[in-house]
C-alpha cells in the first residue's frame, strides 16, 4: 500500500494558539464521541474519544481540518495520513475509509468538517475572473495540504459565529466564499478549479464519478460511460484512474460491496439478497470479490465488524 505523510514541520506560537481555540470550540460543540451539525449548514464538528477504524462510505467532497490528534484515510490501495498541521481536501466524491488509532476521553480526536459545493466554486471563479490559479497536471481528488495562518483563521472566524447565532445568515457565506478562495489560490488549488472548469476533463471524470454513484447497481460498458461524459474511452480510463486511484469498474466494485455490506449489517439482508441488490448476478463471484476487498467472505466478515460493536 502507497503511504502518504506530509512533512514534519514546527508550528508557530500564532498557529499553536489558533489550533488550541479551535480545539476548544470543538469540545463545546461536540461534547462527547461522534460527527455533530452545526447552525452553520455545511459544518461539521467530529470527536473521538477511542480509536476507530470506519467502515468505506462515499465521502462527499469537503474541507477535513483535525485540531487534535492525527489520522489515516484510505483511498483504494493509498493512505494519506494528516494532522493539525496539515488540511485534507475531498474535490469529488469518492469511496474512503478511515483509520484514528490514539484518543482517549481525556485525550480525543478533534476535527471539522466544511463541505463543499462545486458549484459555489463555480460562481466564485466566474466572479472573481483569473486568480492566477498554478496550471499542474491533475492528480488525485483528494490531497493534503500545510495549514496555513489565514486559512486557519477564516476557519476559526466561521466556527466563532456558533457563539453569535445571529450573525450566521450575513456572515457564514461571506466567510465560506473566502475559505474557498483560499483553497483555491493554494499549492494544489488548481485541483479544486480544474473539478469546477466544465470544459475540463477531470471535470468530465467528476461527470462520470456522479454516475457511477448514482448507478452502480447497472452493468457497466465503458464505452457508453465515456460517450456519455463525452470523452473517448482511454481518456476516461487514464484521468478516471488519475483521480481516484482506481479503473471505472475497481470503482464500481469498490460501491457495490461497500452497498451490499451495509445492507447486510444495517438491514439484515443474507449475502445473497444483498450481492443481487447491487447488481450481482453470481453469489460465488460476489463472495470472491467481497473476501478480496474486505478480507474475508461476508458471513466472517460480519461476525467481525459485530464484535467491534
Partial sequence: ???????????????????????????????????????????????????????????????????????????????????????????????????????????????????????????????????SVPTRPTGRGLYIERIDSQLLDAVLRLTRLLSTPKDIAMLAPLIQREILYRLLRSQQGYQLYEIAMSNSQTHRVTQAIKWLNSNYEQPLRIEDLAREVNLSVSTLHHRFKSVTAMSPLQYQKQLRLQEARRLMLADGLDASAAGYRVGYESPSQFSREYSRLFGAPPLRDLARLRKRV
Avoid at 508550528?11 to 480545539?23: I, P
Avoid at 470550540?25 to 461539521?44: H, N, W
Avoid at 498541521?85 to 484514528?100: D, E, Q
Fill in 1 to 131: 500500500m502507497l503511504q502518504r505523510e506530509p512533512p514534519s514541520v514546527q508550528v508557530d506560537d500564532d498557529m499553536e494558539k489558533q489550533r488550541a481555540e479551535l480545539a476548544d470550540i470543538i469540545r463545546r460543540f461536540a461534547p462527547e464521541d461522534g460527527i455533530f451539525t452545526t447552525a452553520v449548514a455545511p459544518l461539521y464538528m467530529v470527536r473521538y474519544d477511542h480509536p476507530v477504524q470506519s467502515f468505506p462510505t462515499l465521502a462527499q467532497p469537503a474541507l477535513c481540518i483535525l485540531a487534535q490528534g492525527s489520522k489515516d484515510v484510505r483511498l483504494g490501495d493509498e493512505s494519506y495520513t494528516y494532522d493539525p498541521l496539515n488540511y485534507l481536501v475531498l474535490s469529488v466524491a469518492m469511496p474512503l475509509s478511515g483509520c484514528i488509532q490514539h484518543a482517549t476521553p481525556e485525550h480525543p480526536n478533534l476535527a471539522l468538517r466544511l463541505d463543499i459545493d462545486p458549484a459555489q466554486i463555480n460562481t466564485l471563479i466566474a466572479e472573481a475572473g483569473l486568480m
